[in-house]
């Protein structure tokens, strides 16, 4: 995964550029139908993390389109559009402040598209894989999502929170270069993405996970989590170092240690802020600065967690220094 964050910004009147642009943009063949051509203009800005984009979109006429199948899946939240979406058999129609799922990943779909503005996630396949994967030895089919809407209107709303807090982390040059943050955010997309909208993701371990889920499994992800706690690791990587499937590694650290892999990693991490907080001059340094650097995007969330495992608030240990 990557952290460069790459931002762009295209606006035109020209709807052969618009088309090509657009084609280009979602990388896959795309057919477009103006209701009219006259004073059309598209506004597209994105900002590019790598597995993940966010974008914000608007055009000014009615659009139909017929868009070819995409790897990505994409997730939309009308702002002043409406929009009526067809995959299959399936047919959705969406007005502002609806969440949805504007493709099935694999598949085509058609679009009809009113005049307003749209926010759009894309979501790389592997990052929605690497929350939902099964053990290495299944041979599982791909994610699916069952339906193209959110399961309630709750988890409509926790989606657009989601959306909204790793926009405006992404928004601060000062936390969207730092890799453990932006990592953290996709898990974060990826997880709720997968919590809102229904899908095939299998939730329970397998008899052999459960089998998998040793003493020795935990001890090699121990050793690797500790080892490599600096750099963007996820919970597939922690069950490849442990020789284990993700549901078996998730299990072994619910068995043995009463926690989870991603809670564990974040106290290594917590360890590490505390330990160059004790070495870092005052003048030097912030405790929101070295937060940032080991994945803690939150100040209040940081000082709470610092709180509650050293008995004192990080500034406190950065000023006696």
């Known amino acids: 995964m990557t952290s460069t964050r790459a931002v762009s910004d295209f606006e035109t009147t020209d709807p052969e550029a618009g088309h090509a642009f657009l084609t280009t943009a979602y990388g896959t063949g795309m057919r477009i139908r103006w209701r009219s051509r006259a004073g059309w203009r598209l506004r597209h800005q994105r900002v590019d993390a790598g597995a993940f984009r966010l974008e914000s979109t608007s055009q000014s006429t009615h ?3 017929t ?27 969406h007005g502002p402040g609806e969440v949805f799922l504007a493709n099935r990943a694999g598949s085509p779909h058609t679009a009809r598209w009113l005049p307003g503005g749209l926010e759009v996630c894309v979501l790389d396949p592997d990052l929605l894989a690497g929350v ?12 699916r999502f069952t339906r193209f809407e959110p399961v309630t209107p709750a988890g409509a709303r926790l989606w657009s929170s989601a959306r909204r807090y790793v926009a405006g982390l992404l928004a601060d040059p000062a936390t969207a270069v730092q890799p453990l943050l932006v990592a953290n955010a996709a898990h974060l997309l990826a997880t709720v993405t997968l919590a809102v ?9 397998t008899a052999q ?13 121990v050793a690797f989590i500790e080892d490599n706690a600096a750099r963007d690791i996820d919970v597939a990587a922690i069950a490849a170092a442990a020789n284990v499937g993700i549901r078996a590694v998730q299990l072994a650290f619910r068995r043995h240690l009463g926690t989870t892999p991603t809670a564990y990693l974040r106290r290594v991490r917590l360890d590490l802020a505390h330990r160059e907080l004790l070495s870092t001059d005052p ?5 929101s600065a070295i937060a940032a650097r080991w994945g803690f995007a939150s100040h209040s969330r940081f000082t709470a967690h610092y709180r509650a ?13």
């Open 283 to 287: 003048r030097d340094g912030t405790v």
């Open 67 to 93: 868009v070819d199948p995409q790897r990505a899946h994409v997730v939309c939240r009308s702002t002043t559009s409406r929009l009526v979406r067809r995959c299959g058999a399936d047919e959705g129609r």
């Open 309 to 321: 495992a050293y008995g004192v608030p990080p500034s406190r240990t950065l000023a006696l220094r």
């Open 197 to 205: 909208f229904p899908n095939t993701a299998l939730t329970d371990p």
């Open 63 to 65: 659009l139909v389109l």
């Open 132 to 143: 939902a994967a099964t053990a290495p030895a299944r041979h599982p089919a791909p994610l």
């Open 209 to 221: 996970e459960r089998r998998d889920a040793t003493p020795t499994a935990l001890r090699r992800a």
